[in-house]
């Protein structure tokens, strides 16, 4: 069974501030992994994903996630956080090519930033 | 371009009415079509999916159901509304069986009352 654990429903940062919402997987079999951003009364939009390639994946936005085998996780970044980053975030797995669309999502992080 | 809409954008419906969410999308042949629902703070789950015509797979028993009569269109559907029905529905395709990634249209937002 696969599953995904945010850790952090809200995270506060001041603007210029790094930005790290964190990102904890399970999986049986390789993952594929994936950041989507939700800005109010919106769809989602994908960030950035991970699948089987370099494990540093540079998204849109100046966002960047980190896939780390040994600590399961897939934690997102961005060096200088931007008023308009201000948004939920959503990390996904699903169990590779030829299931990518049956995704199983984080609760998700509120991001709030901080003039 | 291969695009996905998806409409009413929102609705406010009774207990016990009837409910039609469509979705269609375009640019693209036999892709992949989902349903997810987003309920208040939660995150998202799958509750349909469908690989072509006719096939629609459900992850969760619910009191929903989902029907794909048209290569690009997908269509959320209850006979009877309830409470719990309330939530933010997201239609969601892949362009193939080995795509990998999914997008995701703007999402229709349901209350029941």
């Known amino acids: 069974a696969q599953s995904v654990t945010q850790l952090g429903s809200h995270v506060s940062v001041s603007e210029g501030a790094l930005v790290l919402l964190r990102c904890n997987y399970s999986?049986?079999?390789?993952?594929?992994l994936f950041w989507y951003v939700q800005y109010p009364n919106q769809g989602l939009q994908l960030l950035l994903k991970y699948t089987s390639a370099a494990t540093l994946v540079k998204g849109i936005n100046g966002f960047e996630a980190e896939f780390k085998k040994s600590e399961t996780s897939f934690h997102l970044t961005k060096p200088s956080a931007h008023m308009s980053d201000a948004a939920e975030y959503f990390c996904a797995v699903s169990k590779g090519s030829g299931n990518t669309g049956k995704l199983i999502f984080g609760q998700g992080t509120t991001l709030q930033v901080k003039p | 371009s291969q695009t996905i809409h998806q409409w009413p954008a929102t609705l406010v419906q009774p207990v016990g009415s009837p409910l039609s969410l469509e979705c269609t999308v375009e640019g693209t042949s036999n892709p992949n079509l989902y349903w997810y629902r987003q309920a208040a703070g939660r995150g998202l789950q799958l509750l349909f999916y469908s690989v072509g015509i006719g096939q629609i797979s459900s992850e969760v028993p619910q009191n929903l159901s989902a029907s794909r009569p048209q290569d690009r269109q997908f269509i959320l559907s209850s006979k009877k509304l309830l409470l719990s029905d309330s939530g933010f529905y997201l239609c969601a395709w892949v362009p193939d069986s080995f795509g990998n990634t999914i997008y995701f249209g703007e999402g229709s937002w349901l209350t029941v009352v």
């Open positions: 999986s049986s079999v390789p993952p594929y």
